[in-house]
């Protein structure tokens, strides 16, 4: 029957949708099923011996697959298929046959099939069928690619909490060196720890020295003012020490 379906189906009309059936008059019918729906990237082949090598350049987001046909049939495509789609992949298989036999049906699926449809077959149920698999590939999509953002996001995170620890390490490395030079006595001697440095005060009016205003110097490379030395300290603990 092509009788327009009673449900409410949502068909992603840019999904890539790929037939494989060895007889003419059901790609047609088919073709004409899904196009009717909505379904405008739709692929359809008659000759097997060509499935696999369509399925790679078309890249489907669905197979519907006849299973008895010349060789190979249908059972023979989905097994040269499945190693081709990658592990944490999901291209669903819709089976559709005019053989009702169960066993059948269990090596269909046994082999990769996502589901079974005999024939002859309801539109509605067909189109409800391609449906369901459709929004699974879509969900399963969805999830891969949110998988993979989410281990970038990690990978830049682990990458900035190295360059911290590194620059941790760096500034602590760099602060114990003069607490060191400071605490052996060898500061003024090597130029590596805390100097002083004191200014005058004067009385702009008389020239009258009125005090000193001691400084804090840091010979330590890489030159930089007292109050970034303690910035740097405190980031690395040792804010007290120095």
């Not at 692929?43 to 669905?62: G, H, K, N």
Request: a negative charge; charged letters at 25%.
């Amino acid at each position: 029957t092509t009788s327009a379906p009673t449900s409410n189906t949502a068909p992603t009309e840019k999904a890539r949708i790929l037939i494989v059936d060895d007889e003419e008059a059901n790609l047609l019918v088919l073709r004409r099923m899904l196009e009717r729906a909505g379904y405008t990237n739709v692929q359809t082949i008659s000759d097997s011996a060509l499935a696999v090598e369509r399925f790679c350049s078309f890249e489907p987001d669905l197979l519907v697959l006849d299973l008895h046909m010349p060789h190979p049939d249908g059972f023979e495509v989905m097994a040269q298929i499945e190693p081709l789609v990658a592990a944490d992949s999901y291209v669903p298989t819709l089976v559709l046959t005019a053989d009702v036999t169960e066993s059948t049906r269990e090596r269909a699926l046994a082999v990769g099939a996502r589901d079974f449809l005999t024939k002859p077959f309801r539109y509605t149920e067909l189109l409800l069928r391609i449906n369901n698999l459709l929004e699974t590939r879509a969900l399963h999509t969805q999830l891969r690619r949110d998988n993979a953002i989410l281990e970038a996001r990690m990978r830049e995170q682990h990458a900035a909490d190295q360059a911290r620890t590194e620059r941790r390490r760096s500034v602590s490395r760099r602060i114990e060196t003069v607490l060191n030079a400071d605490k052996e006595g060898s500061a003024r001697e090597s130029g590596i720890g805390l100097a002083m440095v004191y200014q005058p005060i004067l009385d702009l009016v008389t020239g009258e020295v009125l005090g000193a205003e001691a400084l804090a110097r840091f010979g330590t490379e890489p030159q930089r003012s007292p109050a970034q030395w303690f910035i740097e300290a405190a980031e690395a603990g040792l804010g007290v020490q120095l």
